[in-house]
């Protein structure tokens, strides 16, 4: 099926530092998600994404999360400054059509925050 | 059965044997997708079910939506090895029907041994 990229696959960063997790979605793709997995618990929705606006996110996308697809490049999301509990699995997701369609996923980008 | 609270199911089964998952959800959706997601790996769209849709085949899967009492069902015919995995429910709690929120269920543990 179609494909969607993450990198890094791993990032190891400490506390209140910067992070930028990027996601290359399916090419002619228009709709952007991200989800978040903590270790042993279900995945969980923080933010779509359309013709550059954030359409609803949720409370755990906080103050400090942004995303951003600039000029068709990777579609990002930054975390600044992060914090222990930021600490997951953080999977981007991409669907061509808006509303209740196919979400194709990435591997995931695997965040330890010290 | 998996949502809400419930800790992550788990099924143990023989090569060969049937089996059934059971996915219950407490908000109005059109859709419910069903995903598989192999360790260390990002969920893989398996079968998506619409709301005027009873019954939807895919192979060796069957799926099922009741909207009346809101569940939904995966089955897995004659399963194979291969078939181990973690399989989640999902539905589109999207703020309005043009983006897209997806809310998972726990998951259920699938592992089939020979």
């Known amino acids: 099926g179609p494909k969607v990229l993450q990198i890094p696959s791993h990032q190891i960063i400490d506390m209140g530092q910067m992070v930028t997790l990027n996601c290359d979605p399916v090419?002619?793709?228009?709709?952007f998600y991200w989800y978040k997995q903590i270790l042993g618990q279900q995945m969980e929705f923080l933010v779509n994404?359309?013709?550059?606006?954030?359409?609803?996110k949720s409370k755990l996308f906080k103050d400090q999360f942004s995303v951003e697809r600039p000029d068709g490049s990777y579609f990002t999301l930054k975390i600044q400054p992060t914090a222990l509990e930021d600490s997951a699995v953080y999977f981007c997701?991409?669907?061509?059509?808006?509303?209740?369609?196919?979400?194709?996923f990435g591997p995931g980008t695997r965040l330890t925050v010290l | 059965s998996q949502w809400g609270e419930e800790n992550l199911q788990a099924l143990s089964i023989q090569e060969g044997e049937d089996v059934t998952m059971n996915c219950s959800y407490k908000?109005?959706?059109?859709?419910v997708h069903w995903y598989r997601q192999d360790s260390g790996r990002g969920p893989a769209l398996i079968i998506l079910?619409?709301?005027?849709?009873r019954e939807k085949r895919s192979g060796r899967l069957r799926a099922t939506l009741d909207t009346s009492s809101q569940s939904s069902s995966l089955s897995i015919t004659a399963a194979q090895c291969e078939d181990t995995a973690v399989y989640f429910c999902?539905?589109?709690?999207?703020?309005?029907?043009?983006?897209?929120?997806?809310?998972f269920g726990q998951g259920t543990s699938l592992s089939v041994v020979p």
């Open positions: 997701a991409s669907s061509l059509l808006g509303g209740p369609y196919e979400q194709y």
């Open positions: 090419s002619n793709h228009l709709y």
């Open positions: 994404f359309y013709n550059g606006k954030v359409m609803e």
């Open positions: 908000t109005y959706t059109t859709v």
């Open positions: 079910i619409r709301s005027n849709e």
């Open positions: 999902a539905t589109d709690a999207g703020a309005s029907s043009s983006f897209s929120k997806l809310v």
